[in-house]
C-alpha cells in the first residue's frame, strides 16, 4: 500500500511556520513540540519534518539520515524534558482503527504521571 500525503494537515502548517508552535527541540530533519491539548503534566510530539503520514511510511520511504536525526532526537527529547526517571508512554497512532488525528508521523511522549493500563476499552 502507498500513502499519499495531505500537505495540508495542521503539521505541516506548523513545518511551514504558518502555525506557531512551543518548540522543544528542531534538528535538520526532526521537530519536536508541546501538544497544545496536553493528556498528561508531560505531552510532546516528535515528528520528521519530511512528508510521512505514519511510521510505517516513514519506516518504508524516509532516508537513512532522517531516520537516524529522528531516533535521536526522540531521546534527546525524553532527556529535555525529564519522563526518564518516572516512566513515559510513547504512541504513535496511524490510521482509522487508531483514531489518527493528524495524517503527518508524530511519536506522543506522554509523562508525569501514571497513564493507566496501555488500552481503553473501545467505545
Ligand atoms: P493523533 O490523534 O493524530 O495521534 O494526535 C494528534 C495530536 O495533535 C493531538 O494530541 C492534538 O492535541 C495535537 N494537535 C492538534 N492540533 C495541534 C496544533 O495546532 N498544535 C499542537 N501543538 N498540537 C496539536
New binding site residues.
Partial sequence: MSYTYDDQN?FAK?LRSE?P??TVLETEHTLA?????P?API?V?VIPKGPYVCYDHFCQEASDAEILDFNRTFGKVCEMVGVKDGGFRT?A?AGEN?????PHL?F?ILGGRNLGRMLAKAE
Fill in positions: 495542521i506548523i502555525i508552535n512551543k513540540f508541546h501538544d497544545i491539548y493528556q505531552h510530539l504512541i497512532n487508531a483514531i489518527q488525528e493528524v508524530h506522543h
